[in-house]
């Protein structure tokens, strides 16, 4: 179990590290080394999700690891509450930013090993505080640079505790 503690409550994530072993393996990586202690929701979308691990409150991106191998195609679907990995256009190229579904986003899901195809790795699901990540999507939100859909005001991930 992993606790997001935010300053709008704590988000518990179970991990599923059976489907997705490299993908929970690298987000213990990075909470077990306080990687996402002051990072913010730098990207928020009612009705479809809530980003975050990457940008730190004044929009600087924190520097991240290698990239890991997408493991989309594990059978597990973007449906509400699921966490899955954020990336660019490139399908092998998350890091360290997660997002949480908000609403059923299976058009994320794995259809084949096509750029377009690879789809969006869920590696687990949050199983408490979802009325914090829906208190979370519903934040207004603007433009802060190049960056849409930020919240106006900051939704910081403040600690994470890892527990077996």
């Known amino acids: ?16 590290a059976e489907k997705a072993p490299i993908t929970a393996e ?3 990586k990075y909470a077990n080394e306080g990687f996402f202690d002051g990072t913010i929701f730098h990207r928020v979308i009612d ?8 940008f730190t409150e004044d929009m600087v991106q924190k520097s991240t690891g290698e990239t890991i191998k997408n493991e989309a195609n594990n059978g597990l679907s973007n449906t509400k509450g699921t966490i899955a990995m954020a990336r660019t256009s490139d399908p092998h190229s998350a890091t360290a930013q997660f997002f949480i579904n908000v609403g059923d986003n299976t058009f994320l899901d794995f259809k084949n090993e096509s750029t377009q195809g690879w789809g969006y790795c869920v590696f687990g699901e949050v199983v408490e505080g979802m009325d914090v ?3 979370i999507k519903g934040v207004s939100t603007g ?3 190049m960056h849409q859909d ?5 939704v910081v991930i403040t600690g994470v505790t890892v527990k077996d």
Do not use: C, Y
């Open 1 to 16: 179990m992993i606790t997001l503690h935010t300053n709008s409550g704590d988000i518990v994530l179970s991990l599923n």
């Open 26 to 28: 690298n987000f213990l």
């Open 47 to 54: 009705g479809f999700m809530i980003q975050g691990g990457g």
């Open 133 to 135: 990540v829906e208190k």
């Open 143 to 145: 433009n802060r640079g």
């Open 150 to 154: 930020v919240p106006l005001e900051a």
